[in-house]
């Protein structure tokens, strides 16, 4: 299984910026699909989920600003980010919690990081 991730970047405060990240190899189904960021010296924490339901979840920090969607085949997920403040920068991943077969529980995959740099 593989998380492809691109779209990241630098923009000035205030501009946008589109996520997006490509679920790929032996899936069964996936669960949910999000985005977390890390900043330097601090902890990853989510940015925003998507459920296979089409449910979604966003951090306080994000919401009104972040639209988090998924394609109709559910593999791929992206994360438009408008409004982009300088405290956005860090390098965001992608994740799913997916299984490869029928009886495996879910399990959490990574795609690997994308930077994005918000200047001010």
């Not at 899936?27 to 296979?52: C, D, H």
Request: glycine share 12%; net charge negative.
């Amino acid at each position: 299984v593989q998380l492809q991730a691109s779209g990241g970047g630098l923009v000035q405060a205030g501009g946008s910026l589109r996520l997006s990240c490509a679920a790929s190899g032996s899936i069964f189904s996936i669960n949910a699909m999000g985005w977390y960021r890390q900043a330097p010296g601090k902890e990853r924490e989510l940015v925003a989920a998507i459920t296979s339901g089409g449910s979604t979840n966003y951090a306080d920090s994000v919401k009104g600003r972040f639209t988090i969607s998924r394609d109709n085949a559910g593999n791929t997920v992206y994360l438009q980010m408008n409004s982009l403040k300088p405290e956005d920068t860090a390098v965001y991943y992608c994740n799913a919690d997916l299984n490869t077969d029928y009886d495996d529980p879910t399990e959490d995959y990574w795609g690997q990081g994308t930077q994005v740099t918000v200047s001010s």
